[in-house]
Antibody, heavy 115, light 112 residues
Framework: EVQLVESGGGLVQPGGSLRLSCAAS????????MHWVRQAPGKGLVWVSL????????NYADSVKGRFTISRDNAKNTLYLQMNSLRAEDTAVYYC????????WGQGTLVTVSS | DIVMTQTPLSSPVTLGQPASISCRSS???????????LSWLQQRPGQPPRLLIY???NRFSGVPDRFSGSGAGTDFTLKISRVEAEDVGVYYC?????????FGPGTKLEIK
């Protein structure tokens, strides 16, 4: 069974940092592109970043470019999102997602940026 | 960026009746590899999104056959042949053809 389990969310002050993790299981992690997608409370889905299967290529939404870094450790079957210089507008549930099609989604981890 | 629009944004439907949601992209979603990376996702209340349809018309594993997708180029449709109570939620189209990936605003399906 495919499982994606996010962790690392929480309350952080504006300007602070957080590192999200996504533990993958039930499939060959190193064969799949992975994304982060976020959803602000009561709002729609917004794509954040993606990384190809071997980690050699990444892409970011303009709103997070230069502040967020996506990475992966295929030996540990884990996807990461390093988030720096956090802003109130980054408050959202962050989902780890497999494949360009959005085939599997984790349950999400809530990031709250507030003083 | 490719802009995705959906109509309607809200759809009250009677149980057992059909429902249809349209999605339009601001540019063609045909990728240089020949595929069209247009997906439909369902988000039930309090749940993460779930993939229903990928590459326009391919039903994902475990998705009931009352869900179907069609379209080409810039115009796409999700149809539910007979709405059931468990279909209540928000439906999103999503394109993965061109980065950044983008989502439609969502269509809220509710029971009359």
């Amino acid at each position: 069974e495919v499982q994606l389990v996010e962790s690392g969310g929480g309350l952080v002050q504006p300007g602070g940092s957080l590192r999200l993790s996504c533990a993958a299981s039930g499939f060959t992690f190193s064969n799949h592109w992975m994304h982060w997608v976020r959803q602000a409370p009561g709002k729609g889905l917004v794509w954040v970043s993606l990384i190809n299967s071997d980690g050699s290529s990444t892409n970011y939404a303009d709103s997070v470019k230069g502040r967020f870094t996506i990475s992966r450790d295929n030996a540990k079957n884990t996807l990461y999102l390093q988030m720096n210089s956090l802003r109130a507008e980054d408050t959202a549930v962050y989902y780890c997602v497999r494949d360009l099609s959005g085939s599997y989604w984790g349950q999400g981890t809530l990031v709250t940026v507030s003083s | 960026d490719i802009v995705m629009t959906q109509t309607p944004l809200s759809s009250p439907v009677t149980l057992g009746q059909p429902a249809s949601i349209s999605c339009r992209s601001s540019q063609s979603l045909v990728h240089s590899d020949g595929n069209t990376y247009l997906s439909w996702l369902q988000q039930r209340p309090g749940q993460p999104p779930r993939l229903l349809i990928y590459e326009i018309s391919n039903r994902f594993s475990g998705v009931p056959d009352r869900f179907s997708g069609s379209g080409a180029g810039t115009d796409f449709t999700l149809k539910i042949s007979r709405v059931e109570a468990e279909d209540v939620g928000v439906y999103y189209c999503m394109q993965g053809t061109q980065f950044p990936c983008t989502f439609g605003p969502g269509t809220k399906l509710e029971i009359k």
